[in-house]
């Protein structure tokens, strides 16, 4: 069971996929090491200008022959005032204030946002020249065009799910294997569709019910830190795991000190889900900033504004190593995050699963 | 692994305890048939008399002769005001209106909850005299004195958790067993103490956070439908499962119709929490009574008072199978619920086991 069409349609030893951070997490380094390792490295190219993408494809192709994947996100119409804008900056004045940045209240404009569709075309563009084998897509579903551009270039396909009903549209779109993301899950909820309760269900409930309701492979994405989780994962149907928490704590990857230490410190009462930091829902060691804005979540404009919005703040605190003022993205199970190499983690994985194998 | 220290301990042969589901559902026919096909059944009696209480469990006793558990709940102090009842009352007025009962709000009075310590006492001594082998504890840990007696009488004891803390505190204060409760679960959440975020950890992140810091064996609970979910909870490092919905949609099962139907035809999107029936977090099916009272949700008196305040609604609409204003319990995964025979399930859950197993 963990060899399977997922490992050999990647080309890969492994069912592991290392998640597709955004924000600097996914160094080269990093999704070298695992794909070297029998994993599926991937880019978290999101936020990525397509030079910018262009650029760690070559890297990569470098360090490695493996195949490794890429990550983007699918743009939506958004609907932004001045006045959206006015009022989330007053209440991120505060925290301005607090980590000593010049206020903006009275330095309004609404952000430049209405080319995020060409960026996409041109980020899709360059995945197809460089002969990505792999990439997935989150917050969405691409239009029909891209969906079959990308086909007729033999690049594999993954979209993103958070319910069943999100996972059937994959499908139908023609994704060649569905995400499927429990509510454990650390950073942004890949939620596009609008879900009854926000979508949040947890992994032991969800991956039964999406694998009963598609065709295509299941990838299990949220809380799995270890080959317990890995074996949890395939005995409800999945073919594969997806693991961001696990990743982002090894010596490869490009998180900051304090975010890496903080997830090690955390317990599984630390992460909540806030909308504050970008406008999208996302999990996060709570802190500070999210305390801050709680209250008034439902002000905030939407994804990516809000995001464009926090970015002085939360890189004000970065370079000051400020925990209480950046983006502690985190799943549900931090207890099991340790600082390793990703060799050592997919090791450790591997042959915990091996064990349970081996005693069931 | 599915036959380890549970099975021995409770000498069952399937690692599978049906859970203790308060108010009529777990009637002697469901509890028997589950013990009669190799589970452990439960009889959910946190709401019962203890003169109830011993008519059920000799009732069992001439049904089976193999072992069976009870549930109770652990009192805590209460605290309320007449203001309180009133506020709550003017709520709940509306939905009267609409189940066609009479208006309470000019007719307030502080239900008797005083005598609740010396009731919880009463139910533990029929749980001696009539030597129910197993015992099990939600909404809190008895005190020492009561551990103390129960072991005296050799039964054996299991709590509820849902962090990390709470199962910390079950061992420590002499459990034999803890039962994880993950934020797929339906109903009542079990938690205790004053846990961040409500405690609401999906059950492939908490399972193995307990297991790690722990030393008796865990019983996950909590979205758990089918063999996939028995053998993932085994693989996260459980030594069993606790199933309610599964059990409810039963035919032997006690639950209305009306809810049984509701469970049947949900997906897993359409369960929320709500503390709107109990004044306690629990999970249910969205119906009308919990969209009317959502926005007041704070104002609502604690569990038990707002249970009994309730009451007469739960009633009418029982009476009048109106499911828009029952309390219809389910946990994420309803759309793996059936409506079968207990031994149907029992058989599928261990063949579906089985079968994973073997091609593991």
């Known amino acids: 069971m963990l060899n399977n069409e997922i490992t050999e349609r990647f080309k890969i030893k492994h069912p592991i996929i290392q998640a597709p951070m955004a924000g600097g997490v996914t160094t080269s380094e990093l999704v070298a090491e695992v794909s070297n390792n029998g994993g599926l490295g991937m880019i978290g190219a999101g936020y990525m200008t397509p030079i910018q993408i262009r650029k760690q494809i070559r890297e990569l192709k470098n360090l490695i022959s493996n195949p490794f994947g890429i990550n983007l996100f699918v743009p939506k119409e958004i609907d932004v005032t001045l006045d959206n804008i006015k009022v989330a900056n007053q209440l991120l004045d505060r925290i301005r204030e607090k980590v000593h940045l010049p206020q903006k209240d009275n330095n309004i404009e609404i952000p430049a946002f209405n080319n995020m569709y060409e960026t996409f075309m041109e980020q899709i563009k360059v995945v197809i020249e460089e002969n990505v084998p792999i990439c997935s897509f989150t917050f969405g579903i691409p239009p029909e065009k891209v969906i079959s551009e990308l086909k007729k270039s033999d690049i594999i396909l993954m979209g993103t799910a958070t319910t069943v009903r999100e996972a059937v549209e994959n499908e139908k779109a023609g994704m060649d294997i569905v995400i499927v993301q429990g509510s454990e899950a650390g950073g942004h909820r890949g939620s596009f569709s609008n879900t009854n309760n926000e979508g949040l269900v947890g992994s032991i409930s969800l991956i039964p019910q999406v694998v009963d309701n598609i065709s295509i492979p299941v990838v299990a994405a949220g ?53 504050s930091f970008s406008g999208k829902l996302a999990r996060a060691i709570t802190n500070n900033f999210i305390m801050s804005i709680e209250n008034n979540e439902q002000l905030l404009p939407d994804f990516p504004v809000q995001n464009k919005l926090t970015q002085d703040i939360r890189k004000a605190a970065a370079t000051n190593s400020d925990k209480e003022f950046m983006s502690l993205w ?4 931090p207890r099991l995050a340790k600082q390793q190499t990703v060799k050592m983690l997919i090791n450790n994985i591997m042959s915990q699963a091996e064990t349970i194998k081996t005693n069931m």
Chains 1, 2 share one sequence.
Request: charged residues 20%.
């Open 223 to 275: 809380g799995i830190m270890d080959g317990r989780g890995l074996m949890a994962a395939i005995c409800l149907g999945a073919k594969g795991v997806q693991m961001g928490t696990a990743f982002l704590t090894c010596m490869e990857s490009g998180a900051h000190k304090v975010h890496k230490d903080a997830v090690i410190n955390a317990t599984e009462e630390d992460t909540v889900l806030t909308r």
């Open 330 to 333: 985190s799943g549900q199970s």
